[in-house]
């Protein structure tokens, strides 16, 4: 019995693992990588233009990346913000995730309209 299950599980890591190879939507890009600008210049100059107007648009306004405003602005697709993890950088940032084309991007969206005010204590 003990032979039988190494076969199926050799079966099923193999086909796993020739389906992610053979999927063109396993590419992902992480722009957080700087190198990562220097490639897509290379490689795919469109994408860097959508990609800079994307960095532009969230720069004036970042609350636009809670709306739909990716999908219209550069015809992103299975955009994902991790809306309850914040980093605790000077100003907050969250990964932002998207798909153009057959490309996954990874990057962090610069959150100045979360910038903590400071409150004055008051004392009885």
Do not use: C
Not at 10 to 19: N, P, Q
Not at 82 to 109: A, E, G
């Amino acid at each position: 019995m003990r032979p039988f299950r190494v076969v199926v599980l050799t079966g099923i890591l193999a086909f796993s693992s020739a389906a992610i190879a053979a999927d063109p939507a396993a590419r992902i890009v992480d722009l957080r990588d700087p190198e990562a600008y220097e490639m897509l210049r290379q490689t795919n100059p469109e994408h860097l233009a959508k990609i800079q107007e994307v960095i532009a648009g969230l720069r004036d306004q970042p609350q636009r990346v809670e709306g739909n405003w990716l999908q219209m602005a550069v015809n992103a697709r299975d955009v994902d913000l991790d809306r309850y993890i914040i980093r605790t950088s000077n100003p907050p940032k969250q990964l932002l995730q998207f798909t153009l084309d057959d490309t996954r991007y990874l990057m962090h969206v610069v959150r100045s309209d979360l910038v903590a005010q400071p409150v004055p204590l008051l004392l009885r």
